[in-house]
């Protein structure tokens, strides 16, 4: 998220207007989403109180909420590359990645500046503990 922010969720919002958008069509049209409901568990056929316009997009966002999974892989496997032509077009800059020796410099200075912490609170309190003001 820190690499591709907004974009990310950009992308995201995008394929999922997408595709319920496609359900809701396809629901329209006659394909059998019930049928591909009720093969995964799903029974639709509850909602037939509903009026027909309302029942089609109940139908399209069940359909739309099954498939969520495949939406959100599809979202991270393409951000990088929707990042990439963003970046050629000039519409964004990409922080550049940290390499693994910057990683591994940055863990090492958050490491030793915690056991320094902890050090010196372990003092204090012993400190404390052999002048006899116990915690």
């Given amino acids: ?14 394929l999922d207007i997408i595709s ?4 809701y069509v396809l629901v329209k049209s006659g394909v059998d989403v019930e049928g591909l409901l009720e093969s995964k568990g799903i029974h639709v056929k509850e909602i037939s109180w509903l009026p027909e316009g ?10 739309h909420k099954l498939f969520s999974p ?3 892989f599809l ?8 990042a990439k032509i963003f970046q050629k077009l000039g519409l964004i800059k990409l922080a550049p990645k940290p390499t693994l020796r910057e990683v591994r410099e940055n863990v090492k200075k958050k490491l030793s500046a915690n056991s320094l912490r902890a050090k010196e609170l372990y003092l204090k309190r012993w400190k404390k503990h052999r002048r006899g003001k116990h915690l």
Avoid at 56 to 63: C, E, G, Q, R, S
């Fill in 75 to 82: 979202s991270l496997a393409i951000i990088p590359s929707v």
């Fill in 54 to 63: 309302s029942s089609t997009f109940v139908i399209a966002l069940t359909a």
């Fill in 1 to 14: 998220m820190k690499h591709y922010g907004f974009l990310a969720i950009g992308t995201y919002i995008i």
């Fill in 20 to 23: 319920l958008t496609g359900f």
């Fill in 70 to 72: 495949l939406r959100i």
